[in-house]
């Protein structure tokens, strides 16, 4: 498996996957559906940070992950 999530993509995923997590269990919404529906892109972001791996980026073919430094052009 290789890497394709890169450090800021990583960071990101970290912060939003916290702060879906925190909104689903604080009960903002009324509607059920929509909490567990939080709570599952919440683990899901966070585990893919975690990981540095998302089966969405290797499904379309993207990837934010660089080995050495990035060239500015």
Do not use: H, Q
Request: glycine share 8%.
């Amino acid at each position: 498996m290789k890497k394709n999530v890169g450090k800021s993509d990583m960071i990101v995923r970290f912060i939003l996957g916290a702060i879906l997590l925190v909104l689903s269990f604080t009960d903002i919404s009324p509607d059920e559906l929509l909490d567990n529906l939080l709570v599952v892109a919440g683990v899901y972001l966070f585990l893919t940070g975690l990981i540095r791996y998302c089966l969405i980026y290797f499904f379309l073919g993207l990837s934010s992950y660089s080995k050495g430094k990035t060239k500015m052009y």
